[in-house]
C-alpha cells in the first residue's frame, strides 16, 4: 500500500513492544492470598479427545461471577505488591525517562507537515502541523480534554493531498476501534462527518476531498465502503468486499497523487496469500485485479503511474516487480530488484527513486535505487539499531526516516533525495548515558542446531560471573522482526545493571519468509526451542543463572513466555505475560482471533490438533509443578487478544503451582494492545512490572 498515516495492525501484536502493562493500585491492606477460585467439572471431546477446562467459566467477562473475581485478584496483586520497597525510586527514574518531549516522523502532503508531539508536561500525544520546512509548529488536536482520566488518544488516519483536510481516529484506552472524524486544517474546525466506532483497516480521502474511502470490518467480513462528504455514514456505498468472510483483512488507500484506489486483501495475519486491486478515480471503471490468484505476500508503493510490488513470489527473501497501472498483467511485469542474500523489508517511493531496507544478518541496511532498480548510493547509519519510518512522496525531493538502538534515544532525519544529504528533523533527549552500554550481536544453538543471532545489552565492564539480573524477551511470530531499538524499559534496565537480551526467534521476518514458516503451523515449536536455547546460552556464559533469569513477552510474545514458563519452569525466576494468548484449543473462538488461524493453525482441524495441544500452555499445567513468579497482564480495553487467556490461566497456576513463589494477575479496563495510555500511566504501569522484577531477582531500586 502507498505510505499512508493510517496504521492497521494486521499481525497480532508488535506493538507491545511499547504498550505498557496495566495500572497496579497498591493497597498495603488488601489480602495476602490468591482468591479462591471455582473450579467446574466441564469437558469438551476435541477429534476423539477429553479436553478438561475448569476455569471456563471465567471466559464470559461481563457476567457478575467473573467481575468479582477479576476485584478480587487485582485486590491481592496490590496487597502483594503494595509491601514491596522501592517504589519511589524506579518511578522517578522512569518519569525521567518517559517525560521527555516525544515527537513521531513526520509525513508531508501539499507542502505541509504532519506529525504527533507530547511535550514533557503533557500526557498524550498531540497532533501538530507545519505549514512549511521552517513554519512554527501548530496544534491541530489537543486530546487532554475528550476525558477526565487522559484516556482517550487521537492518531492521523490520512491527509487529503493538498493538507488541508485531516481523518483522524478517536481511541478509548488500548481498543483497536477507533471512531473517524475530519478536520479542515485552515479554521481548526470539525467537519460534520464522522464515522462510527468500528474496527478499520485505513481510511482515505479523495484528492479533491468530496469522498473518503475506507475499510471496515462488518459482521459478514471487511468491506471498502466511500463516504460522500457531508452525506450520512449508514448510507455509504459498499464498492468492494463482497464474500469475503470475517477471517480476511481488507486494506484500503490512496496513492500520493490522489488518483488510484488501492486495495490489499489479507488471508490472515502475516498472510501467505494477499491479493491486490486497483480503481482510477479518474475514471468510472471497475477495480482491476493486479494480482488475486498466487499463494504469495505483496505489499506495494504506488509512484505516478507505477506500482511497486514487494514480494515473496518466488523469493524467500523478497524482490521487488514493477507494474503499468494502466495494463497491470503479470506478463508485463518487470524485476527491478532482485532477491539477494539480505532481506528486503520495506520500500518507500520517494523523490522519483526507490529507498530499500534490509535487513543483513538482523542489522539494517538503508539503500537509495533509482526508479528501474539501479543502486544509486547507501544511507550512513550507525551501527546496531533499527530503522524506521521511511516515508516520501513520489513528487517531492524529501524523505524522512528514524534510527534508534538500545543505548541511542531515537532521532529523525530528513533526507534530501537528489543529494543524499540529510539532517536531524527532531533528537529525542533522553537523560541516559549512551556510551556506558554495550550492545553486541550474538549467535547460539538451538535445539535442532539452527544458529539464532541475539541482541545482547548490559553496561561495560560486567563480570561473567552468573549473578547478572537478566531480562529475556522475544516475540518470534507474524514475520515481524524484532531489532533493538531504543525503549524506556530497556534502558533503565541495562542502567540498573542487568542484561538485557533480545533474540531473533524463528516464526519472525528477520531472514526472510524461510524464516517465518520455519516457525508457524505445525513448526512453533522452534519458536519457543530458539528462546529456551538463548536463556540456556546466557546461562552457560556467565550472564546470568535460574534464579536471577526473568523473561517478558506481550500478545504472540505472550504464548512464548507461557509456553517456556510450562515447558521449563526451572530455567526461570520470574515472568511478566502480558495480553497473552494461552489456550491454543479454543483462541480461534474469539473476537479477531479467525485472523491467525493460518499462522498457528487450529482445532477445529483434527491434524493440527494435536499440534496446538501439545504446546498450549493453559494444557500443560501440572499440578504442583514448581513454577517461577508470573504477573499476568491484561484488561477489558483489549478487544485483539481475549483477555479469557490471563484470567483462565492466572486462576490455574495460583491452584496448582507448588511453588512459594507468586502467581499474580492485573486486570485494567482501559489498557489494550493499541496503545494510547497517558504517560502517568505508561510510568505508573511500568513502575510496577519493575517493582515486581526487581523483588523476585533480588535487585536494589535506585535511591529517590
Not at 470475517?246 to 488518483?259: F, H, L, N, Q, T
Not at 539477494?340 to 543483513?360: D, E
Request: aromatic residues 10%.
Amino acid at each position: 500500500m502507498p505510505k499512508r498515516p493510517a496504521r492497521w495492525s494486521i499481525a497480532l501484536g508488535l506493538s507491545l513492544a511499547v504498550v505498557p502493562a496495566a495500572s497496579l493500585r497498591l493497597r498495603a491492606s488488601e489480602p495476602s492470598r490468591p482468591p479462591d477460585t471455582r473450579r467446574e467439572p466441564v469437558v469438551e471431546t476435541l477429534h476423539g479427545v477429553e479436553v478438561a477446562d475448569p476455569y471456563g467459566w471465567l471466559e464470559d467477562q461481563a457476567s457478575p461471577p467473573t467481575r468479582a473475581w477479576i476485584d478480587a485478584e487485582n485486590a491481592y496483586t496490590d496487597s502483594v505488591l503494595g509491601s514491596r520497597p522501592g517504589k519511589e525510586g524506579i518511578q522517578r527514574r522512569l518519569a525521567e525517562l518517559i517525560k521527555i518531549d516525544t515527537v513521531t516522523v513526520p509525513f508531508g502532503r501539499g507542502g505541509r507537515y504532519f506529525f504527533s508531539k507530547r511535550r514533557a508536561d503533557q500526557d498524550l500525544f498531540v497532533l501538530h502541523v507545519r505549514k512549511g520546512p521552517r513554519a512554527a509548529d501548530e496544534v491541530l488536536l489537543d486530546p487532554h480534554g475528550l476525558s477526565s482520566d487522559h484516556t482517550v488518544s487521537v492518531s492521523f488516519e490520512d491527509v487529503s493531498v493538498d493538507g488541508r483536510v485531516v481523518a483522524y481516529g478517536v481511541r478509548n484506552g488500548g481498543e483497536d476501534e477507533v471512531t473517524i472524524h475530519l478536520l479542515d486544517v485552515d479554521t481548526g474546525q470539525d467537519l460534520p462527518d464522522v464515522l462510527p466506532r468500528a474496527r478499520y483497516s485505513g481510511a482515505a480521502l479523495a484528492a479533491d476531498k468530496t469522498a473518503l474511502y475506507y475499510s471496515r470490518l462488518m459482521p459478514e467480513g471487511p468491506r471498502v465502503f466511500r463516504h460522500a462528504m457531508g452525506s450520512d455514514a449508514a448510507r455509504d456505498e459498499e464498492i468492494f468486499g463482497k464474500g469475503y468472510g470475517p477471517e480476511k483483512i481488507v486494506a484500503v488507500g490512496v496513492s500520493d497523487d490522489g488518483r488510484w484506489l488501492l486495495v490489499e486483501v489479507h488471508h490472515g495475519a502475516a498472510a501467505k496469500k494477499v491479493e491486490v486491486y486497483v480503481k482510477d478515480l479518474r475514471k468510472k471503471e471497475p477495480f482491476v485485479a493486479v494480482v488475486n490468484d498466487l499463494e504469495a505476500n505483496f505489499s506495494t508503493a504506488v509512484a505516478g503511474d507505477r506500482m511497486y510490488l514487494l514480494t515473496n513470489w518466488k523469493a524467500p527473501n523478497f524482490r521487488v516487480m514493477a507494474a503499468d497501472l494502466a495494463d497491470p498483467r503479470r506478463e508485463r511485469w518487470k524485476e527491478v530488484i532482485p532477491e539477494g542474500r539480505s532481506v528486503i523489508a520495506a520500500v518507500a517511493a520517494a523523490g522519483g527513486r526507490l529507498l530499500v531496507r534490509r535487513l543483513q544478518d538482523v542489522q539494517p541496511r538503508l539503500r537509495v535505487h533509482d526508479a528501474d532498480g539501479r543502486a544509486v548510493r547507501d544511507v550512513e547509519l550507525p551501527a546496531i539499531g533499527s530503522v524506521g519510518g521511511v516515508s516520501g512522496d513520489w513528487s517531492q525531493d524529501e524523505a524522512f526516516f528514524s534510527f534508534s538502538s538500545l543505548a541511542q534515544p531515537l532521532t529523525i532525519y530528513r533526507y534530501d533525495v537528489p543529494t543524499g544529504k540529510s539532517d536531524v528533523w527532531a533528537r529525542l533527549s533522553v537523560p541516559v548515558r549512551s556510551d556506558d552500554v554495550q550492545i553486541e550481536q550474538v549467535w547460539y544453538a538451538s535445539k535442532d542446531g539452527t544458529k539464532i543471532p541475539m541482541f545482547v545489552a548490559h553496561r561495560k565492564g560486567i563480570r561473567l560471573d552468573g549473578t547478572n539480573p537478566t531480562l529475556l524477551t522475544g516475540y518470534g511470530g507474524f514475520n515481524l522482526s524484532q531489532l533493538p531499538g531504543f525503549s524506556p524499559r530497556a534502558a533503565f534496565w541495562i542502567e540498573s545493571g542487568g542484561v538485557y537480551a533480545l533474540p531473533s526467534l524463528r516464526g519472525g521476518g528477520e531472514f526472510g519468509e524461510a524464516w517465518h514458516q520455519a516457525g508457524m503451523l505445525d513448526k512453533k515449536q522452534n519458536v519457543f526451542d530458539d528462546f529456551i536455547a538463548a536463556a540456556e546460552w546466557l546461562i552457560a556464559r556467565g550472564y546470568t543463572s535460574p534464579s536471577r533469569l526473568a523473561i517478558s513477552g506481550g500478545s504472540n510474545g505472550g504464548l512464548l513466555v507461557g509456553a517456556a514458563l510450562t515447558q521449563r519452569p526451572e530455567l526461570f525466576r520470574a515472568v511478566v505475560c502480558s495480553y497473552p494468548l494461552l489456550d491454543m484449543l479454543r483462541y480461534h473462538r474469539f473476537l479477531v482471533a479467525s485472523y491467525w488461524v493460518p499462522e498457528y493453525g487450529s482445532a477445529a482441524d483434527a491434524a493440527q490438533f494435536p499440534v496446538l495441544r501439545a504446546y498450549s500452555p493453559y494444557h500443560r499445567v501440572k499440578p504442583g509443578e514448581r513454577y517461577p513468579a508470573v504477573l499476568f497482564i491484561t484488561g477489558d480495553g483489549d478487544t485483539r487478544v481475549a483477555p479469557l487467556h490471563a484470567r483462565k490461566m492466572a486462576a490455574l497456576l495460583q491452584a496448582s503451582t507448588g511453588s512459594d513463589r507468586p502467581v499474580l494477575l492485573h486486570y485494567d479496563t482501559k489498557a489494550g494492545h493499541s496503545g494510547g495510555l497517558p504517560a502517568t500511566k505508561v510510568i505508573e504501569d511500568l513502575t510496577n512490572e519493575m517493582l515486581f522484577l526487581f523483588w523476585q531477582l533480588g535487585m536494589t531500586p535506585p535511591v529517590p
